[in-house]
């Protein structure tokens, strides 16, 4: 079994620090999806602060937890996080978007510690599921995470995953959705409402939780759990805000979009403690 990435982390720092990188990197790059970035920030400094057995040293471990960033725009915060965990050299993140680099705007599975390309939605959780359902046939004991994002379940591939994932009793599989109630064109309850969103999960035959997906103790807790009912996958529903931790950013629909010029960059920056 492969190590954690647990030891002595800071899990409130690491989100901070990724939330620099992203920063900086989408702005030198001039591209998008800053806001997404920055509400998945602090669910992922928790799953790779503790709660994902993987080992940076050996990405590709067969005994490894599996996890999808099925929002895959957002191939920023992701990139952020495997290399402030030592995947690789946290100087890279200086390609991002340039040239030649594996680096791209959505995530992409050459990277060390990326299990699958990412950024056309619907199709993470799918893939999931099949990652599940083959540690079920080899008698395997690691877990499958998928992060998705509030908009991306206007995709019915990932209802049809969910019944899928409980007809195949796949308790070792666990869906995150990035719930910020922003999509590409407006508010997702404006777009296609998603709610009662819970009530929907728990008819599939999920195991569900609702939680603060800013607060590293609640997220921590879902995600330790898991597998959290015998023969039930998981789901949980992470209510998150756009842009979080820069005040102009936050909830802010353009920031699916805008890059941050040299003066907003400065002011980000600052707001989150200026370096990494």
């Known amino acids: 079994m492969p190590e954690t990435t647990n030891t002595k982390v800071d899990t ?31 669910i992922l400094a928790v799953l790779y602060g503790g709660i994902l057995r993987v080992d940076p040293a050996d990405p590709k471990s067969p005994g490894r937890d599996r996890f999808i960033f099925s929002k895959g725009h957002g191939a920023a915060i992701l ?23 594996e680096l791209i705007g959505h995530a992409s599975h050459p990277v060390a510690g990326v299990e ?31 992060l998705l994002s509030d ?23 666990a869906a995150i959705v990035d719930c910020n109630g922003l999509q590409a064109f407006g508010r997702t309850k404006d777009v296609l409402d998603l709610e009662p969103l819970a009530a929907k999960w728990r008819a599939f035959g999920w195991s569900v939780s609702e939680i603060d997906g800013h607060d590293h103790a609640e997220i921590a807790a879902a995600l330790e759990a ?4 015998p023969a039930k996958p998981a789901v949980v529903i992470a209510r998150t805000v756009k842009g979080k931790g820069v005040s102009f950013m936050e909830d802010r629909l353009e920031w699916h979009y805008k890059s941050p010029d040299e003066r907003q960059l400065a002011r980000a920056l600052e707001e989150l403690g200026g370096i990494t």
């Open 12 to 42: 409130v720092e690491l989100a901070r620090r990724i939330r620099v990188h992203a920063l900086k990197m989408v702005a030198k790059a001039k591209a998008s999806h800053i806001g997404t970035c920055l509400s998945a920030a602090d």
């Open 79 to 101: 990139f952020a996080v495997l290399a402030e965990r030592g995947f690789f050299g946290v100087e890279r993140l200086e390609t991002y978007c340039a040239e030649g680099s």
């Open 116 to 146: 699958l390309s990412t950024g056309s939605l619907g199709h993470g959780l799918s893939v999931g599921c099949g990652m599940a359902l083959a540690a079920k046939s080899d008698g395997a004991d690691y877990r499958t995470f998928a």
């Open 151 to 173: 908009g991306e379940l206007d995709c019915g591939s990932c209802w049809e995953a969910a019944l899928f994932a409980r007809q195949h009793r796949l308790d070792n599989l």
């Open 226 to 229: 898991v597998p959290r009912e």
